[in-house]
């Protein structure tokens, strides 16, 4: 532990290091000042400790981790994608009972990010691209059909930008039809359905630290599940197929009881997660009141012309907003490139809404993905006229809110 002199010391430093940072390129960026002053100076003490592996502080935030969301296990990683990663590879692994077998078709909304799929391909199962609802981006469960049920065995359940499709529906065909479900939470921490945690109404639960979701280590990740049979499959899975943690025989010991992977994140990382962690209620409150801020404030302007459509929470759903998604109306579809170009030439910098409809991605004819036989069109209709822009951790200002502003109602 840094003593109080030292700390001050670090933030003056700190404080003349941000002064000095030079031009930024984004006046709007998807996430500004990611990290505080107490983040730095947590991963400053680990690495004063010459020990930054992942050990008791990873180990401590796991718990804390799982605490917060209400889960019984956590298990921190290197990333997000890791985390589905784990989970996929869990789901087939012969020491878990009913796991799925080579060839078993999955349920995956088409508007997905590359390792929401790629881990369970993989892992050698085949997808089935599901058309996403309109008015929340998620997977639109009046789209599965008997025969999609019929035929699957798991779900990828993604919860885009915040937001949820109806969890209560989905327990139903869950439960009904005995799929194994992993929630990919990666861009919905701290969002609750019904009072209950995203991510913990699945088998599995997938959350993304990388840098402008709702906390970021820089990199990293965690996935939780409720069955200590997965909870331990994963913990050798992610390092080497190893035991150690979980055998007191052989704690010591190089034995190895499974196949895996090398996943392990740092003590450095989970130590800034966990401090963000503490704050992100916080955060979670200052990113929807900027979120109102600027409907209120473009549909108030005299430019306003229904340029753009919103996207609602889930009625049921408390959001954490991961960023702020925009549909442009559809008189804009031919200039939607170069006003995105002119926003991130001018200072405010845009995302996809994930990959847009993965079906039209170059990968996806690499592994035939047959995407004229998939009914897509609100997945094609996000890609085609949605991106997003990134909410500010702290209130926004009214001189930063009216450049916004000016620079998204300037499409004409």
Same mark, same amino acid.
């Given at each position: 532990?840094?003593?109080?002199k030292?700390?001050?010391?670090l933030?003056?430093?700190?404080?003349k290091?941000?002064?000095?940072?030079?031009?930024k390129k984004f006046n709007y960026p998807?996430?500004?000042n990611g990290?505080?002053?107490?983040?730095i100076?947590k991963?400053?003490e680990?690495l004063l400790?010459?020990k930054?592996?992942?050990?008791?502080i990873t180990k401590?935030?796991e718990?804390?981790?799982?605490n917060?969301?209400?889960s019984?296990?956590?298990?921190m990683?290197?990333?997000?994608?890791?985390?589905n990663?784990?989970?996929?590879?869990?789901m087939?692994?012969?020491q878990?009972?009913?796991?799925?077998?080579?060839?078993?078709h999955?349920?995956?909304?088409?508007?997905?990010?590359?390792t929401?799929?790629w881990?369970?391909?993989?892992?050698g199962?085949k997808?089935?691209f599901?058309d996403?609802?309109l008015n929340?981006f998620?997977?639109n469960?009046?789209?599965?059909?008997k025969?999609?049920?019929?035929?699957s065995?798991?779900?990828?359940?993604?919860?885009i930008?915040g937001?949820?499709?109806?969890m209560?529906e989905?327990?139903?065909?869950?439960?009904?039809?005995n799929?194994?479900?992993?929630?990919d939470t990666c861009e919905a921490l701290g969002?609750?359905?019904?009072g209950?945690?995203l991510g913990t109404?699945?088998?599995?639960?997938?959350?993304?630290?990388y840098y402008?979701?709702?906390i970021?280590s820089?990199?990293g990740?965690m996935?939780?599940?409720q069955?200590?049979?997965d909870?331990k499959i994963m913990?050798?899975?992610r390092?080497?197929?190893w035991?150690r943690?979980l055998s007191k025989?052989?704690?010591r010991?190089f034995n190895?009881?499974?196949s895996?992977f090398?996943?392990?994140?740092?003590?450095?990382?989970?130590?800034i997660a966990?401090?963000?962690? =503490?704050r992100?209620?916080?955060?979670i409150?200052?990113? *929807?009141?900027n979120r109102t801020?600027?409907? $209120?404030? @473009?549909k #108030?302007s005299?430019n306003w012309?229904?340029q753009f459509t919103?996207f609602e929470?889930?009625?049921?759903?408390?959001?954490?907003?991961?960023g702020?998604?925009?549909l442009?109306d559809?008189?804009?579809t031919?200039?939607?490139?170069?006003f995105?170009r002119y926003l991130?030439?001018?200072g405010v910098?845009?995302?996809?809404?994930?990959?847009g409809?993965?079906l039209?991605?170059?990968c996806?004819k690499l592994y035939s993905?047959?995407s004229k036989k998939i009914?897509?069109k609100?997945?094609?209709?996000?890609? =085609?006229?949605?991106f997003?822009?990134?909410?500010?951790? *702290?209130k926004i200002?009214?001189?930063k809110? $009216?450049? @916004?502003? #000016?620079?998204?109602?300037?499409i004409?």
């Amino acid at each position: 532990m840094l003593s109080i002199k030292e700390t001050q010391s670090l933030k003056k430093i700190l404080k003349k290091n941000n002064l000095s940072s030079g031009f930024k390129k984004f006046n709007y960026p998807l996430l500004e000042n990611g990290f505080s002053d107490e983040d730095i100076i947590k991963a400053v003490e680990v690495l004063l400790t010459k020990k930054i592996t992942m050990g008791d502080i990873t180990k401590k935030f796991e718990i804390e981790f799982a605490n917060f969301v209400g889960s019984k296990y956590a298990l921190m990683v290197n990333s997000g994608s890791s985390a589905n990663l784990l989970a996929a590879f869990a789901m087939i692994n012969p020491q878990k009972k009913n796991r799925l077998k080579l060839g078993d078709h999955f349920l995956v909304p088409s508007l997905c990010w590359p390792t929401s799929l790629w881990p369970f391909i993989q892992a050698g199962l085949k997808p089935k691209f599901i058309d996403v609802d309109l008015n929340t981006f998620c997977i639109n469960l009046d789209k599965i059909t008997k025969e999609d049920l019929k035929r699957s065995r798991a779900i990828v359940n993604i919860h885009i930008l915040g937001n949820s499709t109806d969890m209560n529906e989905i327990q139903k065909i869950k439960k009904k039809y005995n799929l194994i479900m992993l929630e990919d939470t990666c861009e919905a921490l701290g969002s609750t359905f019904s009072g209950k945690f995203l991510g913990t109404f699945g088998d599995f639960g997938s959350f993304s630290f990388y840098y402008s979701h709702q906390i970021t280590s820089g990199e990293g990740g965690m996935i939780i599940c409720q069955n200590e049979q997965d909870y331990k499959i994963m913990n050798c899975l992610r390092a080497h197929g190893w035991d150690r943690g979980l055998s007191k025989k052989n704690a010591r010991g190089f034995n190895f009881i499974n196949s895996g992977f090398n996943l392990r994140p740092l003590d450095l990382t989970a130590a800034i997660a966990s401090n963000q962690l =503490k704050r992100l209620k916080k955060m979670i409150s200052a990113r *929807s009141h900027n979120r109102t801020k600027i409907m $209120d404030r @473009l549909k #108030s302007s005299k430019n306003w012309n229904n340029q753009f459509t919103f996207f609602e929470s889930n009625k049921k759903v408390s959001p954490s907003w991961f960023g702020m998604p925009l549909l442009l109306d559809r008189k804009f579809t031919n200039k939607k490139k170069s006003f995105l170009r002119y926003l991130n030439k001018n200072g405010v910098e845009t995302r996809p809404i994930l990959t847009g409809n993965f079906l039209k991605q170059p990968c996806s004819k690499l592994y035939s993905f047959d995407s004229k036989k998939i009914s897509n069109k609100n997945t094609d209709l996000v890609d =085609k006229l949605g991106f997003f822009i990134g909410l500010p951790t *702290s209130k926004i200002s009214d001189a930063k809110l $009216d450049f @916004l502003v #000016s620079k998204l109602l300037s499409i004409k």
